[in-house]
């Protein structure tokens, strides 16, 4: 078992927000494969919530099989967030996050996001108010600093314990780093031993079970929490979490699986968001799920075309017809020695690319670069 505050939870492993991508069919996806217990919203901005903005509001949509569920909020205005955190609690929301890491111009220039870290006294007064306006826990996800010169998290972090945060989720890296170079696990350390009583819970380039464990083993933070390395493996955290508690590394799902898992988030997108701009949001989509089928790209380059469930039918039945060529009779893929040479000639190219993607998993592009 596993808390914050008084919100017991069943597991110490959490999705991190990811904006335009951990919308509500994302969350019900990674849900239904199991390891996860809270994960959390889109970062949505207080005042646009207060104001009603229909968009802010479904950034925030949810139903009976989301939970339980915090919304992670950004502002820099001290009455604009207790009344964003009083609003979500009559909601029913089960915590609410703060965001202090988001590196974007357009949210720090609001006085929210990474800003925060650099003006801890007001940071904590803001947090304060937050804490004593709502029942349910506040959470922080911070980075380690504005830049390599103002590691500001550990002094931040103690503020915040102070001022009555459940938790602090910090990602090992600078403000001014983005999503570049590696995560900083010292750095992660250094905030845990900061702090008293409260979990810190790591997060940054947790990719695989490996990874998760070797940062809390490195760390001692508390739990780990994972953005792009979900999006990448949705199975990540059921197999994290059997992972941690056997030693043990699951098996990889078949492509079978990876196939029923993918048509599952089509139908709850078009459920939740309707044919049309369902069909479209699923282009940015298909083609993680894919990184993991082998050869994959005629599959890529029609799935981003796709505008209806007839062409995402017809384009996945096309594809799996296409890779027959390359697998055996069980549907999984050949050795390249059973295969025509210039068919394992362009099936080599191909996995080479896709090993080189899991090196490096790109940095998705969302709605807040164009804010």
């Given at each position: ?150 590691l ?20 090992g ?19 845990v ?7 810190v ?52 799902p ?9 048509r ?31 050869p ?43 295969m025509p ?9 191909e ?21």
């Amino acid at each position: 078992m596993f808390s914050l505050g008084q919100l017991p939870l069943k597991s110490n492993l959490f999705l991190s927000p990811l904006a335009g991508y951990t919308n509500l069919p994302f969350r019900l996806v990674i849900r239904e494969i199991g390891g996860v217990d809270l994960c959390t919203t889109d970062l949505v901005n207080a005042r646009s919530l207060i104001e009603q903005n229909p968009k802010a509001l479904k950034l925030i949509e949810t139903n009976k099989q989301d939970n339980p569920l915090s919304v992670q909020l950004f502002g820099g205005v001290k009455e604009e967030m207790r009344d964003a955190a009083v609003m979500l609690v009559e909601k029913g929301i089960d915590s609410i996050d703060v965001n202090m890491g988001c590196p974007v111009p357009k949210v720090t220039k609001t006085g929210g996001g990474a800003s925060m870290m650099t003006e801890l006294p007001k940071t904590q007064e803001l947090i304060r108010t937050m804490v004593e306006a709502v029942p349910v826990p506040i959470t922080a996800k911070m980075r380690l600093g504005w830049d390599d010169q103002n590691l500001t998290a550990p002094n931040l972090a103690r503020a915040l314990e102070d001022a009555g945060v459940a938790a602090i989720f910090v990602h090992g890296r600078t403000r001014a780093q983005g999503f570049d170079g590696v995560v900083n696990l010292e750095g992660i350390r250094k905030v845990v031993e900061a702090v008293d009583k409260i979990p810190v819970i790591g997060n940054g380039d947790i990719t695989t079970p490996d990874a998760a464990k070797h940062m809390i083993e490195q760390t001692g933070c508390h739990g780990i929490s994972a953005g792009r390395g979900a999006f990448y493996n949705p199975w990540i955290f059921l197999h994290t979490q059997k992972y941690l508690e056997t030693g043990v590394l699951p098996s990889e799902p078949s492509f079978d699986e990876r196939i029923r898992v993918m048509r599952r988030h089509y139908d709850l997108m078009v459920e939740v968001f309707g044919e049309d701009r369902g069909s479209l949001q699923f282009r940015k989509v298909a083609p993680w799920y894919s990184k993991r089928f082998g050869p994959v790209k005629p599959f890529n380059n029609a799935v981003v075309r796709i505008s209806s469930r007839s062409d995402f039918e017809r384009v996945l039945t096309d594809y799996l017809e296409w890779r027959k060529k390359f697998t055996d009779d069980s549907g999984e893929l050949l050795d390249r020695y059973q295969m025509p040479p210039m068919i394992a000639s362009f099936m080599e190219e191909e996995v080479a690319h896709q090993a080189k993607q899991r090196k490096e998993i790109a940095v998705p592009k969302g709605p807040i670069e164009v804010w």
